[in-house]
């Protein structure tokens, strides 16, 4: 009986090493499991601006070609499932700015001076809007207002995309660059950039409600929460600085760039996680801030980050770079502390096995000797 006891431990501890091997193989493949950063390849192509239509599944972004000076210019569209361009169409304007009608999936690209329209429904270019000066950063949503704003020198320019008419202009006594439209309360936000202030304007009219002081220089580019009403602004320095959009105050600023050669440029923000994707140059790094302005998390890209957008949807960012798009998984930003929690699985995974492995042996050693024990008594 004793022999029969001591024999049937070592299956039993084998049933166990396994189901404890299988569980610390499930927690390595749990925290080390993304294949992230893709990277898609557009030709030799240099991607600048991005955008995502989450409810179609569906990513574009503009290139100029790989060579200085451009020889050529392009539109590519994203299928967000296979991560695959299915469609590049020739570009008739210098790529800049992109903006989406999330009502009708048309997409807006501004040129130099002008704007192509891609008609979502056959994805081909039709009309192009000459607006006649130079776009900065241009801003849309149909449900808003069936115009598309742009800012041009110290102006904000309401074009109509139908007629290609500016139907209404305002001026600001600096330049303004980037621009965050409020679709839920109507409101635009401008930052003015040389003076640190972010103007904010009434979309129907473009009348000033107010102004929003910042402590110093400047708002390069905005991106805003409209969730959580924070407003962000990319400063061209090494800070990032938040605003409550909903009082129109001053929130904080936040040091994502510390080297004094870098500086914050393309920023976007998830609006169903809050986080928010800052971008510096040079180089390729992209800072996580969380809802409350912490740093979260980082990402690095082969070089400078031109554009980002959020998919929404499948929780992916997209980061142009040096003839790549790379796409990141939003939902777990890299932390050293995901590092040591992967690390440490594949470490617990080892010492499991070992130990198992030690508690096998020593189990089948001690029953060959009391089994040889007994056959020479």
Not at 135 to 163: E, K, R, Y
Not at 190 to 196: F, K, S
Not at 332 to 341: C, E, G, K, S
């Amino acid at each position: 009986m004793p022999h029969r006891q001591t024999v049937a431990l070592v299956p039993q501890l084998n049933r166990r090493a396994v189901s404890l091997l299988f569980a610390a193989i499930l927690l390595a493949q749990a925290s080390n499991a993304a294949t992230y950063p893709l990277n898609i390849t557009p030709g030799r192509s240099w991607p600048i601006s991005v955008t995502a239509d989450s409810s179609r599944g569906l990513v574009y972004f503009d290139t100029t070609s790989g060579e200085y000076p451009p020889t050529g210019f392009s539109f590519g569209i994203i299928n967000v499932t296979t991560h695959t361009v299915t469609k590049i169409l020739p570009l008739e304007v210098n790529p800049g700015p992109i903006a989406l009608d999330q009502r009708t999936g048309d997409v807006f690209v501004a040129g130099s001076t002008s704007i192509a329209v891609l008609d979502a429904g056959n994805q081909s270019f039709g009309k192009q809007i000459e607006v006649g000066r130079a776009i900065l950063s241009m801003a849309h949503d149909g449900s808003v207002s069936p115009d598309i704003f742009v800012t041009s020198g110290n102006g904000v320019f309401a074009v109509n995309p139908q007629t290609g008419a500016i139907d209404r202009n305002v001026s600001f006594p600096s330049d303004v660059d980037g621009m965050a439209l409020d679709p839920a309360n109507g409101r635009l936000f401008v930052g003015e950039y040389p003076i640190g202030e972010i103007s904010v304007l009434n979309a129907t009219n473009l009348a000033r409600i107010g102004t929003i002081g910042l402590p110093g220089c400047c708002a390069l580019q905005l991106a805003l929460d409209d969730g959580n009403q924070m407003l962000y602004a990319a400063t061209g320095t090494g800070y990032v600085f938040s605003v409550n959009a909903a009082t129109d105050a001053f929130d904080k600023s936040v040091l994502v760039a510390p080297s004094a050669q870098n500086s914050t440029n393309s920023i976007v923000v998830d609006n169903d996680t809050g986080r928010v994707y800052v971008a510096s140059s040079p180089g390729g790094s992209i800072v996580v801030l969380d809802a409350a302005g912490n740093v979260v998390g980082q990402y690095h890209v082969q070089s400078q980050v031109a554009g980002m957008a959020i998919d929404t949807k499948t929780e992916e960012l997209y980061a142009t770079n040096y003839h790549l798009l790379t796409v990141f998984d939003a939902a777990r930003p890299r932390t050293f502390l995901l590092v040591i929690v992967a690390a440490g699985a594949v470490i617990a995974m080892a010492g499991v096995a070992v130990y198992f492995f030690m508690r096998r042996r020593d189990a089948i050693e001690r029953a060959r000797t009391k089994s040889g024990g007994q056959g020479e008594g």
